[in-house]
């Protein structure tokens, strides 16, 4: 299964937003620069999260994105629906009743066992990212990281924040 670039930048962005201040926001144009991804790209993902409420937006000249919920709460799946939307990532299209000779519709009464494998792998690889949420990751990095990741992101965030009131 290949998920779109969109899910990794997606979620590289809620872990940057979960630095945002109490009533400091990041746009989509900070956001892009941090992770070196075009804008238009990312806005379409923002939005996404945006009508999932997994980020909150502030129009205007100050305005950008914030969490619209604690890490602890959104999880990697919330992310993953949103960007990619709730349909399953493999669609049986029905094939083996298609081609010469067709059989009659007695023979397909069961469901094909395709679908049904690749459904079941779905929800397995669904629930175990319903385990993990944006605190998760950061408590990850946290007990890996030296020092220098959480320095660059909190260097960015002191120039790129806009403070504004909630």
Do not use: W
């Not at 919920?69 to 083996?96: H, N, Q, S, W, Y």
């Not at 007990?143 to 220098?148: I, R, Y």
Request: aromatic share 4%.
């Amino acid at each position: 299964m290949k998920l779109s670039d969109g899910i990794e930048q997606a979620i590289h962005c809620m872990t940057m937003l979960s630095g945002v201040s109490e009533g400091g926001v990041l746009s989509a144009a900070a956001l892009a620069e941090f992770h070196g991804v075009s804008t238009s790209y990312l806005l379409k993902h923002l939005q996404a999260l945006s009508g999932a409420g997994l980020v909150s937006t502030v129009p205007g000249p100050k305005g950008g994105y914030r969490l619209a919920k604690r890490p602890e709460e959104i999880t990697l799946l919330d992310i993953v629906l949103a960007v990619e939307g709730p349909a399953p990532a493999f669609r049986c299209a029905e094939i083996r009743q298609r081609g010469p000779n067709p059989l009659p519709g007695r023979y397909f009464a069961k469901p094909c066992g395709i679908n049904a494998a690749m459904l079941k792998a779905e929800k397995a690889y669904r629930a175990e990212l319903a385990k993990v949420t944006i605190a998760d990751i950061l408590a990850d990095l946290k007990a890996t990281d030296d020092g220098g990741i959480a320095a660059r992101g909190c260097a960015f965030l002191e120039i790129h924040e806009r403070k504004t009131a909630r």
